[in-house]
Structure formats: C-alpha cells, structure tokens
C-alpha cells in the first residue's frame, strides 16, 4: 500500500509547496521542503508513480490532493483514465 500526495494545474510547485510547509510546520528542518519536493506535479509523474507502485507489487495507492480544490480529483481522473 502506498499513500502519496499530488498537485496538478497552473502553479501547482508553488501551491504544493506552500500547502506542505504549512502542515508540516513543526517537522524537524529541511524534511517539509524534501517532502514538498517528491511530489507528482505532471502526468508524466503519476504515470511513474503509477508504474513503480505496481513494480513493488503494492496492492493499493491512494493518491491525495495536496490543493484543496474539487478540480484536483477531476484532473487526476483524466490522467488515469487513458
């Protein structure tokens, strides 16, 4: 099983960043900006996400929008759709 956070759209870097360094505020230095940094902002990254997770034989992803916004789910589902 893998749970990973997502961000697509115009500004989606900028926005995922803000979003992580704000929740994760009280983690010890440099982990929020690391974490910010590993997550899928493409197609292209969650098609990758997609491939590795089923070459590690997980069983189940749960991807999270990381922009509390509806268009997010209906982004993703284009994405994974084809």
Do not use: N, W
């Amino acid at each position: 099983m893998a749970s990973v956070y997502f961000g697509l759209g115009s500004h989606a870097a900028e926005r995922v960043t803000e979003t992580i360094m704000h929740y994760y505020a009280f983690a010890e230095a440099g982990m929020a900006e690391l974490l910010a940094g590993s997550i899928p902002l493409t197609p292209e990254a969650i098609h990758r996400l997609i491939e590795v997770c089923k070459e590690a034989q997980a069983d189940e992803l749960i991807l999270k929008p990381c922009i509390a916004e509806l268009d997010q789910i209906k982004r993703l589902e284009e994405i994974i759709s084809v």
